[in-house]
């Protein structure tokens, strides 16, 4: 099939909608699941680590749908002080409980970077998701990467066989020298490995970006959603598995289908476009934090990090908005800015590799 008329659209699980009371709402993700089987989409992405994803994803597709429907992913993850060898292995075993699947046609080794990827070797796990693909548990494996080309090159020398990679691509971070985007899929594209995308809207920052980058997206007048420019500027490249956007409404599933089903690559015109939006983003001083929650799991202070940043960026873009009574909503019951003790673990988990510690010193400023 031609490249660009494959179906490049994946549905990343991990920000579902949810109910009142927390819960995720099965009966719109099954109506959002629908309309991606019908649009001619296939791929669905989870994780072990996705509260309540896997068992949504269960419901709403496995138990709707015959299994040559659709593909489906998940992902084994590994973190310093919280798990053993014995409780990765384990993950595989839960996943395929949780979903009802009977096996994964893509099966991840979760977020590897510099501070867990020897865990990975230390724990026998290269070995381990190869031995569940010879009993034909998994169908393919890759791994989901955060850090640096030089870490990437060495692992894809290391594990030739490796089928596949999960990488953080926008055109926020192409260029970004803490994500690497560009040098990263370049990597891989020279290994023969091709890539799945992760963040394509960077956990949503560019489906509603600042007001500067609004304001040269307005101006082309052409009817499409910011959403639109940031998972066609991915969709545009090469050497793609699929493109996952992490889908959270029915209307959202609808609005990427509207430029995914029939895809056309950005044009000459529009990449300029693109250009001019990331030096609109390299002006800009916002956290680029993706609230994905990864550095609050093992905070001892309890500190709501990601919802701190998100009213410290918006103090920055508005400064009508009531950020004091903000922050107290936020921190409420929860540990303030000043309660960090300077750990580190969240730095060390953290994909975007922010420096949290003197962001959340800058962050103090919002209690006074």
């Not at 803490?178 to 990597?187: D, F, L």
């Not at 052409?222 to 029915?250: E, I, P």
């Not at 015109?269 to 693109?274: A, C, K, L, P, S």
């Amino acid at each position: 099939m031609e490249e660009n008329k494959r179906f490049k659209l994946g549905f990343g699980l991990m920000r579902l909608p949810r109910l009142e009371d927390g819960t995720i709402d099965v009966d719109q993700v099954s109506r959002m699941v629908d309309l991606f089987l019908e649009a001619g989409g296939t791929y669905f992405d989870t994780a072990f680590a996705y509260p309540g994803s896997e068992e949504a994803i269960r419901k709403a597709l496995v138990e709707r749908y015959p299994r040559d429907r659709y593909t489906l992913a998940s992902k084994l993850i590994c973190s310093a002080g919280d798990t053993d060898a014995e409780k990765a292995k384990k993950e595989l075993e839960i996943s395929l409980e949780r979903s009802g699947a009977g096996y994964l046609d893509y099966y991840l080794l979760h977020a590897l970077q510099r501070s867990n990827y020897k865990l990975y070797d230390e724990f026998g796990l290269w070995d381990y998701v190869k031995e569940m693909k010879a009993k034909g548990l998994i169908k393919h494996y890759g791994f989901s990467f955060h850090a640096d080309p030089e870490l990437l090159e060495e692992l894809l020398t290391a594990h030739p066989d490796v089928e596949f990679v999960q990488l953080q691509i926008n055109y926020a971070d192409w260029e970004n020298p803490g994500v690497n985007s560009r040098r990263n899929w370049e990597i891989c594209k020279a290994h023969g490995k091709p890539v799945t995308v992760m963040e394509p809207v960077k956990g949503g920052i560019l489906a509603d970006p600042i007001d500067t980058v609004k304001a040269i997206f307005d101006r082309e007048n052409n009817g499409m959603s910011y959403s639109s420019w940031a998972l066609r500027f991915v969709a545009s490249k090469d050497n793609l598995l699929t493109v996952l956007s992490g889908m959270s409404s029915l209307e959202q599933m609808k609005d990427n289908l509207s430029f995914m089903k029939d895809f056309t690559p950005l044009s000459e015109h529009e990449e300029e476009v693109i250009r001019e939006v990331q030096k609109a983003l390299d002006a800009d001083k916002s956290i680029p934090c993706t609230a994905c929650h990864y550095c609050t799991k093992g905070c001892p202070m309890g500190i709501p990090i990601p919802e701190i940043f998100t009213v410290q960026n918006r103090r920055k873009g508005s400064p009508e908005f009531r950020t004091k009574r903000e922050y107290v909503i936020v921190t409420q019951g929860r540990g303030k800015a000043s309660d960090c003790i300077q750990c580190g673990q969240c730095e060390a988990a953290c994909p975007q590799h922010l420096p949290i510690i003197s962001l959340l010193e800058q962050c103090r400023e919002l209690e006074g």
